[in-house]
């Protein structure tokens, strides 16, 4: 079905046609529509076109009002203060556009598909192999999945990218010690669980660690071994598979666990650019946009410099001829832009490498990889914080495991829901109180500004009362339980109705659905969709205290509101989906 278009989009057109009606030379001007609190939306613009056109603003206003045709879409329109303009419109159009909303046949609510969608690659969630995910994995994971679905939502091609930390010296250090231990991974009584395999893991990198440090011969040998797996060795190069295949079961029972899909074409880690490295060093050094510094290959910045007042170079190659981070993200950014063709590249990684990845980019413009076609951006995110406002620590000072941490969400909401229900079984309980508790932990990620730190409290996560998806999911499921119990009535929609006042706010603000959609993606920005379901919540409980549906005055009234319900719901759904939560029917 074709996209529907918003009564935001009408009105504006509608002004703007009056305004070149009234001031020819103001053609194409924007009339700066707003909602507004003194009427169903304020236009701004005229004050600004008054001013340039030497005009009175109230008189070009007035001007403006008497080109603008009401009846169909816009009731009314009067002139306040210097040359505002007030915008009413009519309950029908309110009703009628919902209806077409409702009646695409697709479920997407008449957002459109973008015009010209482009090829964005999304790097997010990057754990690291034989390590655990802790609290700072849940950001990127969490963000960079909620942009994928606004992204794939408005039409965009999505790349997704897991850059999963699977290379380095660790990895000779733990071959080493497999090889001269080799039943230490062994898994008693074939198939293991996620957590357990990374707990053998992680039982192996601390043995490999203590040999490491306390055995001068061995730490020779896991070097030596480092060499070998960089050489391609068919046997070091099996070792390391079986790490990187024993680390992925885990990622994939964490990832399962928050509820997102992660794919294995779409984990592509460091190891994946090896093949590349002393290429994109050729290509930097033979541009002259990397030189050699101390034996080192380098990129210089004129305004980066450490506390000393000297330049702080990027270092693409070690002197010893190793590569570090930089050569791996540039050879990243060739392959994502020359062999996906991508025209946006869009990193979700933790603030404190902003400035890794403003040199990294500016080598990568440097050297025509990026350019006014190709974009790199970096949507850095803040830190965990604590009840205290520290960064979030165990009792005992350590970093908290991102599956205790997802364990006790479940295990708070699932007693929430326990409270609250009525007729749900113990399996259904369980399965809510996931639902519930992962939920809360996006929501509460998603609806701060990604770039700002927030507090992790789960004692205000599953509460019912306040910016909370908890609120949320129970408003979807008290609709739900209202058209259950609406029984043979079904919801439709009568354009021919008055509303009342709560009807009218919920029904433009349901209406700004697809243009909350548009601005979350192209920003980036989930907390933007967080904010306007939150407020879709709040108009739909103050409709549902001020409105009775199942005992309204009419039967037309009872199915109009029914509709409204409805469409409220579907809305609360997809929203809640591009955020990645669940919405339950009952709760």
Known sequence: MASVTSLTASVHQRLASALSAALPEAAGADPLLRRSDRADYQANGILALAKKAKANPRELATQVVAQVTTGDVIKDVEVSGPGFLNVTVTDRAITENLAARAADTDGRLGVPHAEHPGTTVVDYAQPNVAKEMHVGHLR??????????????????????????????????????????????????????????????????????????????????????????????????????????????????????????????????????????????RLLE?????????????????????????????????????????????????????NLKANTLLYVVDARQSLHFKMVFETARRAGWLNDDVKAHQLAFGTVLGKDGKPFKTREGETVRLVDLLDEAIDRASAVVREKAQDLSEEEIAERGAQVGIGAVKYADLSTSANRDYKFDLDQMVSLNGDTSVYLQYAYARIQSILR?????????????????????????????????????????????TAYLYQLASLYTTFYDKCPVLKAETPEQVENRLFLCDVTAKTLHQGMALLGIRTPERL
Request: glycine residues 8%; proline residues 4%.
């Open 140 to 281: 990127s994971a969490v963000i960079g999945d909620s942009v994928v679905q606004l992204l794939e939502f408005t039409g965009e091609n999505v790349v997704r990218r897991h850059h999963i930390g699977d290379w380095g010296t660790q990895f000779g250090m733990l071959i080493q010690y497999l090889d001269e231990h080799p039943h230490e991974l062994d898994h008693k009584g074939g198939e293991v669980s996620g957590e357990e395999a990374m707990s053998n893991l992680d039982r192996l990198y601390k043995a490999a660690r203590k040999k490491f440090d306390s055995d001068e011969e061995f730490k020779t040998r896991a070097r030596r071994r480092v060499v070998d797996l960089q050489a391609g060795d068919p046997h070091t190069l099996a070792m390391w598979q079986k790490f990187v295949d024993e680390s992925k079961i885990y990622f994939f029972s964490v990832f399962e666990k928050l509820d997102m899909e992660v794919r294995d074409p779409d984990i592509v880690g460091e190891s994946g650019y090896n093949d590349m490295l002393a290429e994109t060093c």
């Open 485 to 529: 119990k609406a029984g043979e009535v079904r919801p439709a929609a009568h354009p021919e109705l008055e509303l009342h006042e709560a009807e009218r706010a919920l029904g433009l603000h349901v209406d700004a659905f697809a243009e909350v959609v548009a601005e979350a993606a192209t920003e980036y920005a989930p907390h933007k969709m």
């Open 286 to 338: 033979e541009s002259g946009v990397a030189v050699r510094s101390e034996g080192a290959l380098c990129v210089f910045f004129d305004d980066i410099k450490g506390p000393d007042g000297n330049p702080v170079p990027l270092i693409v190659q070690k002197s010893d001829g190793g590569y570090g981070y930089a050569a791996t993200d540039l050879s990243a950014i060739r392959d994502r832009v020359f």
